[in-house]
């Protein structure tokens, strides 16, 4: 099946400390995105990438890192310099040719305290 | 900054009733807009997209409407059923933004049996 997989579903973390969250898309899209979602809020933008070794900062990018090595994977670092890990976290992916549509993976939430 | 938004944060229909959800936009350089559906503790779905050039659109009892002059986008459920429930967010994407798509904080629909 093509799809979207993000591991762990959820992840508990003492404060402090610096987790890496996993995004792996066999789509073969070109581009990649990660989102914060808070208890009833829309999805804000963290980072993305439209090319491998290539990425940019979203809305909301202080305290968090990325790296895209492979095109088929986007691994999102939590750091401790993050105030409020404590989220809901997507990652998506898109073709970006021709088409604005994101597939969104089934997301992680991470708790941190 | 330029921003999506939602009319009504909750929606409650009876199984059967249309359901009418609606979304305000603001950047008039706005070219594509999409509708998501996302359920409890899951990743966003992609219900249906619309640009700029149309006016409406219809899938499988899902339509689309877009009123340009009043930059207004609704999403029409027709025979609404329990597994209509969910949170539905618009989206935006405008030309320049780089395939970035802003979305909206999300309608809460509830529909009762």
């Known amino acids: 099946d093509g799809g979207i997989t993000q591991s762990p579903k959820y992840l508990f973390r003492k404060e402090g400390q610096n987790v890496t969250l996993s995004c792996e898309q066999n789509l073969n899209h070109d581009a990649m995105y990660w989102y914060r979602q808070d208890p009833g809020q829309g999805l804000r933008l963290i980072y993305y990438s439209q090319i491998v070794n290539d990425f940019q900062k979203g809305d909301i990018a202080e305290g968090y890192s990325v790296s895209r090595e492979k095109k088929e994977s986007f691994p999102l670092t939590v750091t401790s310099a993050q105030k409020n890990p404590t989220a809901f976290y997507l990652c998506?992916?898109?073709?970006?040719?021709?088409?604005?549509?994101?597939?969104f993976g089934p997301g992680t939430r991470l708790t941190v305290t | 900054g330029e921003s999506v938004g939602l009319h009504l944060p909750t929606l409650s229909v009876q199984e059967g009733d249309n359901s009418i959800i609606n979304c305000a936009y603001s950047n008039s350089a706005s070219d594509y807009f999409i509708w998501y559906k996302q359920e409890s503790g899951k990743g966003p779905q992609f219900i249906i997209d619309i640009r700029s050039n149309m006016d409406k659109r219809q899938g499988q009892r899902v339509t689309v409407l877009l009123n340009k002059t009043v930059k207004h986008l609704s999403l029409q459920i027709a025979a609404t059923q329990p597994g209509d429930s969910a949170v539905y967010f618009c989206?935006?994407?405008?030309?320049?933004?780089?395939?970035?798509?802003?979305f909206g904080k999300g309608t809460l629909l509830t529909v009762n049996p």
């Open positions: 989206a935006e994407n405008y030309v320049g933004s780089n395939y970035k798509l802003t």
């Open positions: 998506a992916s898109s073709i970006v040719r021709d088409s604005y549509e994101q597939y």
